[in-house]
C-alpha cells in the first residue's frame, strides 16, 4: 500500500511541502492529503495591510485548489482538533479521523499572552484573514460611533501591544490609513492617537539599532506614540493598565506581543517550549521520526547566539522544502537531510513606500528596503504558483 502523508496547516511550511511533493513524487508513489481550515491559503505576511484598511483582505487570499494539483493531492477543508501519534492518526473537528504514515505539521501560531489580564477577552489580534477583517471594521465602528458620541475621545484611541516587527508595520500602516479615515468621517487628525506599548528595553528587539532608530523616527512622524520598557499590566474593556499604574483608555487594542506554537501541538503530547517543538536535525518531533513539525510550531536553536530563531515566513519556506526532501527519501530509501536556516535578510515596511532592514549583511532604507520588501513577497508568490500566481497577487 501506497504510504500516507498528512498534511495540517495550508500555511507558508505546508504550502511549500505540498507544492513541492507535487513535483517531487511521482504519480500514486504516495498519497497526500493536506489538511486546512479554510478553502484558501493567506499571506500571512501582508496581513498588518488588511487590518488597517490599506488593502483588501480578499487580495492576502489564494485559493488552494488554484495553487495544488488536485490529481496528485487530496486536499481536505477541515479544521484539526488533535493528533494521536501513537495510533498515528488525527482527528478533525467534524468527527473524520485521518490515518497517517507521515505526518506534517504546520499549523502556525497562537498568540501569548504571557499571563496579561484581560488581554485574550480584550485584544484583536492580527492572525487570519477574518481577525483582520474584525479589526479593520472595528476602527472604522469605532470612528463612526465617536462622531455621535463625540465626548468620547478615547474611541478615537488605537493601543497597538507589542513594537516587534508585527506591530511596527501594523502601526506603519494604521499612520497612513488615519488621515484617510478622518477625511472619511470629518474627524480632526490630531484628536487620533496610536501607542505603540512594548515591554522590553527596545522596540523591534533584535534588529540593529541604526534601523530600530531609523523605523520610530518615521513613525513618529505619522503619530505613534512609543512606550518603550512599559509593560502592559492588565487589558480591560476600556483600554490597559501600565505596569507603572498608568492607565490608557482606548476603543480598540490589538495585541502583536508575541506568538507560541498552535496548542494542538502541546495538548496531543508533544514536548513543547512556549508550545514549539524543539526538532531534530531532519524537522521531526524527538521520539516521533515520522512527524515532521514546521514553522510557527518548531523551534529551532541558532548555534551562533544559542537563542531561538525568531519564527518566520523565510524559515517556515524553507523547513517546507526540506520537509518534501525528507518525505521524497523516506519513501523511495534515500538519506535525510540536515535543515539549516538559510537567513537572505529582514525587511519591515513601514507603511507606503516606506521600509528599512537588512539584506544579506547591508542595511537598507526608505523607498529602496520598500521595493526590497516587494520583490520579496513577489519571490514567495512566484516560489509557490509560478508566474501565474505573481501575476495574479502581485503589488507591483
Ligand atoms: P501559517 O502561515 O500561519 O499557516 C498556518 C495555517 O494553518 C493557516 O492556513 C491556518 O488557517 C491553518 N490552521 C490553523 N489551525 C488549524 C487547524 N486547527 N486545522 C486546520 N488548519 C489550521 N515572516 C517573515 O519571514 N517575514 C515577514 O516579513 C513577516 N511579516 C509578518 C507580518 C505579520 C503581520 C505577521 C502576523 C507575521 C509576519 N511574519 C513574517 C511571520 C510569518 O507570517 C509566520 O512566521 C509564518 O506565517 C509561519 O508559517 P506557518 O507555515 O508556520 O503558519
Redesign the pocket.
Known amino acids: 500500500m501506497n504510504k500516507r502523508i498528512v498534511i495540517?496547516?495550508?500555511?507558508?511550511?505546508?504550502m511549500m511541502t505540498a507544492t513541492r511533493l507535487q513535483k517531487m513524487l511521482n504519480y500514486n508513489e504516495a498519497e497526500v492529503t493536506l489538511?486546512?481550515?479554510?478553502d484558501y491559503?493567506?499571506l500571512?505576511?501582508w496581513?498588518?495591510e488588511p487590518a488597517a484598511g490599506t488593502l483588501d483582505a480578499e487580495r492576502c487570499q489564494i485559493e488552494i485548489e488554484s495553487v495544488i494539483d488536485t490529481n496528485r493531492i487530496n486536499f481536505v477543508k477541515?479544521?484539526?482538533e488533535s493528533i494521536d501519534p501513537n495510533a498515528k492518526s488525527v482527528k478533525l473537528t467534524d468527527g473524520q479521523t485521518l490515518e497517517y504514515d507521515y505526518l506534517v505539521v504546520?499549523?502556525?501560531?497562537d498568540p501569548e499572552t504571557f499571563g496579561i489580564q484581560g488581554l485574550k477577552e480584550y485584544a484583536l489580534g492580527?492572525r487570519?484573514i477574518n481577525s483582520v477583517r474584525l479589526i479593520k471594521e472595528h476602527i472604522e465602528y469605532m470612528f463612526a460611533k465617536y462622531r455621535s458620541e463625540p465626548d468620547k475621545l478615547e474611541y478615537l484611541t488605537i493601543i497597538v501591544g507589542g513594537a516587534g516587527?508585527?506591530g511596527i508595520?501594523?502601526v506603519g500602516e494604521l499612520g497612513d490609513r488615519i488621515p484617510e479615515l478622518c477625511n472619511q468621517f470629518d474627524i480632526d487628525p490630531s484628536l487620533v492617537k496610536i501607542y505603540s506599548i512594548e515591554a522590553a528595553p527596545t522596540a523591534l528587539p533584535g534588529f540593529d539599532p541604526e534601523l530600530v532608530e531609523y523605523a520610530m523616527n518615521i513613525l513618529e512622524r505619522k503619530g505613534v506614540t512609543f512606550k518603550i520598557n512599559t509593560p502592559i499590566k492588565e487589558c480591560n474593556p476600556d483600554g490597559v493598565i501600565l505596569a507603572t499604574g498608568e492607565e490608557i483608555k482606548a476603543g480598540t487594542i490589538v495585541w502583536t506581543g508575541g506568538v507560541r506554537g498552535?496548542a494542538?501541538v502541546e495538548n496531543s503530547g508533544f514536548e513543547t517550549m512556549r508550545g514549539r517543538v524543539k526538532v531534530d536535525d531532519f524537522l521531526r518531533a524527538p521520539g516521533h521520526d515520522n512527524v515532521f513539525i514546521?514553522?510557527?510550531?518548531a523551534l529551532i536553536i541558532n548555534e551562533e547566539t544559542n537563542r531561538p530563531y525568531p519564527?518566520?515566513?523565510?524559515i517556515?519556506m524553507q523547513q517546507g522544502q526540506t520537509c518534501a526532501e525528507n518525505l521524497t527519501s523516506l519513501i523511495r530509501g534515500g538519506e535525510l537531510k540536515k535543515f539549516t536556516p538559510e537567513i537572505k535578510g529582514?525587511v519591515a515596511s513601514l507603511g507606503k513606500g516606506e521600509a528599512m532592514g537588512i539584506v544579506g549583511s547591508k542595511k537598507i532604507y526608505g523607498s529602496t528596503a520598500s521595493v526590497m520588501k516587494k520583490v520579496i513577497d513577489n519571490r514567495y508568490l512566484y516560489l509557490l504558483g509560478g508566474m501565474g500566481l505573481l501575476l495574479k497577487k502581485s503589488k507591483l
Open positions: 495540517l496547516g495550508a500555511g507558508y511550511g505546508g489538511v486546512n481550515k479554510h491559503h493567506y500571512t505576511t496581513l498588518h477541515g479544521t484539526a504546520g499549523l502556525g501560531a492580527i487570519s516587527f508585527t508595520e501594523f498552535n494542538i514546521l514553522g510557527d510550531c519564527p518566520t515566513a523565510q517556515a529582514t
